[in-house]
């Protein structure tokens, strides 16, 4: 059987991973969103993930439970290790990674797929107060954040999120399912 196809979204905070992703999950059903284990309050609101304390996380990866952990903002994620089972099972997963941790997500699956999302400056600042989940300070620390840069040599689609999201979400998915024939 065809192994599944990972698609890791990054980008600068607010530039709209989230939002693309059930953007492209709602059209392509089939498509697994992979939720995150997060050391954030359950009631922050945003996407859908597991909320764990501190010790709690720290234990899920002692325990082995993540095939991928990082750091970023001051919390801990982690993927869950079943994302393999499905992928081994020719499930597409699609996941909002940290720019740092690629090069190792990239190991988790031979079809590795880097959306990339861009959005002018301003924009971000606009999205990131509109969105209302963070304080001014921890916004401010979000745009001056001093991410990793993509591997060069991922298979890398970058895409602008600077328009409508219906029409990057359109975009995206004749990227990753170009019509055959
Ligand atoms: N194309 C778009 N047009 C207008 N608003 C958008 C667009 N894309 C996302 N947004 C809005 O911008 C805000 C940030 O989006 P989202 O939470 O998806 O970003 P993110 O990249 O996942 O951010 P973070 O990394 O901080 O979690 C949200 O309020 C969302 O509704
Ligand atoms: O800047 P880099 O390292 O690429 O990304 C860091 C982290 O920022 C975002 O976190 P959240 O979704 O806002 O909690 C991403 O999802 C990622 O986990």
Redesign the pocket.
């Known amino acids: 059987m065809t192994h599944g196809r990972l698609i890791a979204v990054v980008?600068?905070?607010?530039?709209?991973?989230?939002?693309?992703?059930?953007g492209l999950c709602r059209v392509r059903p089939a498509l697994h969103r992979v939720r995150r284990v997060i050391t954030r309050d359950a009631d922050a609101g945003?996407?859908d993930f597991d909320a764990r304390s501190q010790d709690d996380f720290e234990e899920m990866v002692a325990q082995g439970l993540f095939c991928l952990d990082w750091a970023a903002h001051g919390l801990r994620y982690g993927i869950r290790s079943n994302v393999l089972t499905r992928l081994a099972r020719g499930e597409d997963c699609i996941v909002?990674l940290s720019r740092a941790v690629l090069a190792e997500a990239a190991h988790l699956a031979p079809d590795f797929v880097v959306l990339a999302?861009t959005?002018s400056p301003k924009?971000l600042q606009e999205?990131?107060a509109?969105?209302a989940?963070?304080t001014e300070a921890e916004i401010a620390a979000?745009l001056a954040r001093d991410a990793a840069c993509v591997p060069a040599d991922l298979n890398v689609m970058s895409v602008s999120?600077?328009?409508?999201?219906d029409?990057?979400v359109m975009r995206v998915l004749a990227g990753i399912y170009p019509a055959r024939g």
């Open positions: 980008g600068p905070s607010g530039v709209g991973k989230d939002s693309v992703i059930d945003g996407e909002n999302l959005a924009v999205r990131l509109g969105r989940r963070e979000r999120n600077d328009g409508p999201l029409d990057t």
